[in-house]
């Protein structure tokens, strides 16, 4: 029997839902789109600032890719730094690089100011070399990036491997401890009720539908359409991810919508899940392509992976069950005959350019395109944005870049070209 669709980090989130305010109010100072990370983080200093922020949430607080993900807090960037150097310069990429180690110094900072039950834990990651050839790049990388960034990365080689992962078809691996894991779903669940605390308004189940600019009193507001009625906001705020909808065009024909999905075991013997991830570590691999891994609090498997190259759907979330179940084995023969118990999936953010990017679009404020470093970065751009509303000189160094569109089949339902992109990357795995 084909294994039905369910979010492990769901099941175990173990908190009670998040009270939503009954009624729209008929006027906010400003109104969030979008009830993940990104918007929650962002009406939490919002409303301890005195601001009257609404969030609207078309589905339940957490709903998208917040709660959906891996649950890995990462450092770094998407792109290599040599790249990045060549198309930004040096000194933007210094601060670009410093805010992803920022970023999840603020996500500890919000996990324990707001006592928030998560399994918040600096665990490390370690990326693992799937050719020689990616393992002698390890090498360069990590020596550029404690040049130019002062940040350490520990080189690991294969026949040093087995402390860190029970798995040996890897030729080395590079280990950052700055980085972490978490729950997701707790964490966005008390980032929600932190911002409730803090005085912020949260409404689920209330899809925006509509926006337009009008003057009242010769000044100029926003009315925001949503399908529980409408609200005047000073500001708006777009903070909805991969899962941008018509109602923000402008947003929307930017965001390249890539599904990814995962899986999680049953729950191992506590010597079986040492074997596999010694020192606990969030761990991914060095292809396009690319696996990542870790264990659960309770010591299950979670293996994702497969970029679909679609956003999810029923039918790609249950024929990933089995294609996640066998990369899993292909690293760790060892869970051969372990039973599979979840399988869920979400949608990621990518832009043209594969970056993130925030600052105002079509007279909105925005932030998107976090791809597969969110947990973080959502977390960071959202308590940026939440600085600019109210004023403060912006010292985000990724307003000041380009914000290309995504070519029409590229773009949030326009999903013809996707899987051509999906197989250009494989191919680049196999020769590079
Ligand atoms: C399978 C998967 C694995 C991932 N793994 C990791 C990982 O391990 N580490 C990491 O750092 N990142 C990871 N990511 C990425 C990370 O989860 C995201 O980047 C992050 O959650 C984005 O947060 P967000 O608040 O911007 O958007 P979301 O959490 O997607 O929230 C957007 C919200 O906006 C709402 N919305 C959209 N349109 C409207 C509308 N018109 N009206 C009202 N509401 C609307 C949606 O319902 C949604 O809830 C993963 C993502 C996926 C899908």
């Keep these: 029997m084909p294994i039905q669709e369910k979010n492990f980090w769901l099941d175990t989130a173990n908190t009670p839902p998040v009270q939503s305010a009954v009624d729209l109010p008929h006027a906010v100072d400003v109104a969030i789109v979008g009830g993940g990370f990104c918007g929650l983080s962002a009406a939490r200093p919002l409303a301890k600032r005195g601001v009257n922020v609404a969030v609207l949430e078309a589905e339940t607080f957490g709903w998208g890719a917040s709660c959906r993900n891996g649950g890995m807090v990462l450092t770094g960037m998407k792109l290599p730094t040599a790249t990045l150097f060549k198309r930004y310069g040096r000194e933007a990429v210094r601060k670009m690089y410093a805010t992803t180690i920022e970023s999840i110094d603020l996500v500890e900072q919000i996990v324990r100011e707001e006592n928030i039950d998560c399994n918040f834990s600096r665990c490390g990651h370690l990326e693992v070399a799937c050719k020689q050839s990616h393992f002698d790049g390890f090498a360069d990388s990590a020596a550029l990036v404690e040049r130019e960034f002062n940040h350490k990365l520990r080189i690991i080689p294969k026949n040093e491997l087995g402390t860190e992962i029970g798995s040996d078809i890897y030729f080395g691996g590079m280990v950052d401890e700055a980085s972490a894991g978490v729950n997701p779903a707790r964490y966005v669940a008390g980032l929600a009720r932190a911002a409730q605390r803090a005085g912020a308004c949260l409404h689920d189940h209330t899809r925006v539908e509509k926006i337009e600019a009008e003057l009242q009193n010769g000044v100029r507001k926003f009315r925001v359409r949503t399908s529980r009625g409408a609200i005047t906001a000073r500001e708006v705020m777009l903070a909805s991810g991969a899962y941008t909808t018509e109602a923000t065009p402008a947003l929307r024909k930017k965001i390249i919508p890539i599904g990814s999905y995962i899986i999680a ?168």
């Design 265 to 432: 075991t049953e729950t191992l013997p506590a010597g079986l899940a040492r074997e596999l991830s010694p020192r606990n570590r969030m761990i991914y691999d060095s292809k396009h392509f690319l696996y990542y891994y870790r264990l659960t609090p309770d010591n299950r498997m979670l293996f994702g992976g497969r970029a679909a190259f679609f956003p999810e759907t029923e039918n790609t979330v249950r024929q990933s069950a089995e294609i996640l179940r066998r990369g899993m084995v292909t690293v760790y023969p060892q869970l051969r005959d372990t039973k599979v118990e979840y399988v869920w999936g979400g949608t990621l953010d990518f832009t043209l350019d594969v970056m993130p990017h925030a600052g105002k679009i079509d007279d909105f404020y925005f932030a998107a395109g976090f791809a597969g470093h969110g947990v973080a970065a959502a977390t960071w751009f959202g308590a940026k944005l939440a600085g600019l509303l109210c004023g403060e000189a912006g010292d985000n160094p990724f307003t000041a870049i380009p914000f290309p569109s995504a070519p029409i089949g590229l773009r949030s339902g326009h999903t013809w070209a996707l899987p051509l992109a999906g197989l250009w990357y494989r191919v680049l795995d196999i020769f590079t």
